[in-house]
């Protein structure tokens, strides 16, 4: 079985920080891109930031670049989404997902997602 489990979400209060982690089970991560993805009530699922296989680079949106940071630890098969700053506008179900090869701006791209969770940010 080919597994994504997020986990770190939970309530922040404004300016808060977060760390999600993205575990996979049944296969490696070493050839696969990672994503982290939200979506809000009412809204789309949006990109928030990509790594890529080797963990050399790495995309981010527009909305958080600065306040978040995206990295991997291919040994322990996880990849971590460090956010700060946290604004209530950040509140989402959050997941992660993985493409084979490269990041794409697609969800379409991606090949296994996780179950997603829960971030609050409020007073």
């Known amino acids: 079985q080919l597994q994504l489990v997020e986990s770190g979400g939970g309530w922040v209060q404004p300016g808060g920080s977060l760390r999600l982690s993205c575990a996979a089970s049944g296969f490696t991560l070493d050839y696969y891109a990672i994503g982290w993805f939200r979506q809000a009530p009412g809204k789309e699922r949006e990109g928030v930031s990509c790594?890529?296989?080797?963990?050399?680079?790495?995309d981010y949106a527009d909305s958080v670049k600065g306040r978040f940071t995206i990295s991997r630890d291919n040994a322990k098969n996880t990849v971590y989404l460090q956010m700060n700053s946290l604004k209530p506008e950040d509140t989402a179900v959050y997941y992660c997902?993985?493409?084979?090869?490269?990041?794409?701006?697609?969800?379409?791209?991606?090949?296994?997602w996780g179950q997603g969770t829960q971030v609050t940010v409020s007073s």
């Open positions: 790594i890529s296989s080797s963990g050399s680079s790495a």
């Open positions: 997902a993985a493409a084979k090869y490269y990041c794409s701006a697609y969800t379409l791209g991606y090949d296994y």
